[in-house]
């Protein structure tokens, strides 16, 4: 909860937010559609009109027509995502302005330009596309877009790589190595093809001939939660549970993903436990938020967090509070809304909508 809310909704008891949340929602009716991201609170899941993964909650957004409002319980880049991908007669709020993304900020502006000055020597728009992953800022987003790439998420990695390969010689991923490197695996990419590109050293920290036999250049970045998982988790896991199964989200290193029983995005790892029988024990390799509610949703198994007690918990997802909502909710015309100017707006939205058709 951010320091400028009201005295009125720091103080107010849960009981009493939930109740002005529900009041809030039936008065604005179907003006109003709540998102909530898979890693919010559970008490904050609890008032979202639909509950996902990024790509899944972009998808609602952009499919939207008659709402007013998008109230987005998610992180920045998020929201940015939703306003881009609608029009102006949508307005977009993020309930915490503070909800950022450690990982999206690991690629700046100024940082990805050099690199891809540099890449101008061995083609440019000509051989190189550009991936992005849904983690980054509405600039970069843009950027990829005026150079003829897409947007990717965890759930459609596959589908972006076979948009990209199918038009250029290689891929500039960035900013989550992990997403980008398992992705490449699975694609039949060899890791010898595949260059990290270290954003603090000259070159990337790489030389001519690395690039020039690289069929992927991946951005030096990583997800703060997803790294938290090693391969001695899984390997403990397997000791405590040997008929127990891993589901890991793709951000994770390649060391725990090729160990695991299965690998993928957050909507994967729903459906994934799900589907498993009662009685079955199932750790999961991601963020705790969820792990928790899948514990609670699923009483007839052992869900367990992969990693003990390391609290894998992203502090972003979990700045939105019930005290966020209700005032967001019971203030719109006086919260600031999220808004991506021109022309980043429409060519973010070129990559969007790429991101779109290959799904």
């Known amino acids: ?20 949340i529900k009041a809030a929602k039936e008065q604005l009716g179907s003006k109003l559609i709540v998102l909530a991201h898979h890693y919010q609170r559970i008490e904050v899941i609890e008032f979202g009109d639909e509950v996902g993964d990024s790509y899944g909650l972009s998808k609602i957004a952009a499919e939207q027509k008659d709402v007013e409002y998008i109230v987005f319980c998610g992180v920045h880049f998020m929201a940015e995502s939703a306003d881009i991908l609608t029009d102006d007669s949508k307005t977009v709020f993020l309930p915490n302005p503070l909800a950022g993304c450690p990982m999206a900020d690991m690629a700046e502006m100024a940082d990805v330009m050099e690199a ?23 600039g970069l987003k843009a950027f990829t877009g005026k150079h003829g790439g897409l947007i990717c998420t965890s759930s459609n990695a596959m589908g972006a ?16 190595e992990h997403l980008g490197y398992n992705t490449g695996i699975n694609f039949g990419i060899k890791p010898e093809e595949m260059v990290i590109w270290d954003f603090s050293r000259d070159s990337g920290g790489l030389t001519k001939e690395q690039i020039d036999k690289a069929k992927v250049i991946l ?4 997800c703060h939660v997803h790294t938290n998982f090693k391969p001695e988790h899984v390997e403990q896991f397997r000791i405590d549970y040997p008929d127990g199964k891993i589901v890991v989200h793709p951000e994770c290193p390649h060391d725990v993903v090729r160990l695991a029983d299965a690998a993928g995005s957050t909507k994967f790892i729903v459906d994934y436990v799900t589907k498993q029988p009662a009685g079955t024990t ?41 005290n966020d909502l209700a005032y967001t909710l019971e203030n719109l015309q006086d919260v600031k809304p999220i808004r991506v100017p021109e022309p980043a707006k429409s060519e973010a939205l070129l990559a969007l909508k790429r991101m779109l058709e290959v799904s």
């Not at 909860?1 to 002005?20: C, F, V």
């Not at 790589?161 to 891929?171: C, M, N, P, T």
């Not at 951005?219 to 990583?222: E, N, R, S, V």
């Open 1 to 20: 909860m951010y320091n400028s809310l009201p005295q009125e909704y720091r103080e107010a008891t849960t009981e009493e937010l939930k109740k002005r």
């Open 116 to 138: 891809w000055e540099y890449l101008e020597e061995f083609g440019g728009d000509e051989k190189v596309m550009p991936i992005s992953y849904m983690n980054t800022a509405a």
């Open 161 to 176: 790589y076979k948009y990209g390969f199918d038009r250029k010689e290689k891929l500039f991923f960035f900013p989550d």
């Open 219 to 222: 951005w030096k970045g990583h």
């Open 282 to 322: 199932i750790a999961i390799g991601t963020e705790l938020n969820l792990v928790s509610r899948m514990a609670k949703t699923f009483p007839d198994k052992k869900i367990v967090e992969l990693s003990g007690q390391t609290c894998a918990v992203c502090a972003n997802m979990y700045r939105t509070t019930l």
